[in-house]
């Protein structure tokens, strides 16, 4: 069985940084993509940023410049350092990849999530 398990939220001040840790765990094969959603309290959960296994990246409009992600594959573990932190930022990060487990299936998995509050 698969796992994705966050960490690194909390409330920082504006202007502040975070760092985001989220970690696979389980029958792993291979980890094709992994990315962080968020999703503010009324909204819709939203793409903040992407990475494949080579390292492509992609970053919605409103964090790039500010916001980085990366990844340790030998780890798998993938990280988004936060910085210049907004109070729009505040919301829920979700960690999300597509993971091939050991048994041949390839599937979506997410994260329990974790609270990023920015206050001004």
């Known amino acids: 069985q698969v796992q994705l398990v966050e960490s690194g939220g909390g409330l920082v001040q504006t202007g502040g940084s975070l760092r985001l840790s989220c970690a696979a765990s389980g029958s792993i094969v291979s980890i094709n993509y992994m990315g962080w959603f968020r999703q503010a309290p009324g909204k819709q959960r939203e793409l903040v940023a992407t990475i494949t296994s080579s390292g492509s990246t992609n970053y919605a409009d409103s964090v790039k410049g500010r916001f980085t992600i990366s990844r340790d594959n030998a780890k798998n573990t993938v990280y988004l350092q936060m910085n210049s932190l907004k109070p729009e930022d505040t919301a829920v990060y979700y960690c999300?990849?597509?993971?091939?487990?050991?048994?041949?299936?390839?599937?979506?998995?997410w994260g329990q999530g974790t609270q990023v509050t920015v206050s001004s």
């Open positions: 999300n990849a597509v993971i091939l487990d050991s048994s041949g299936i390839r599937m979506n998995y």
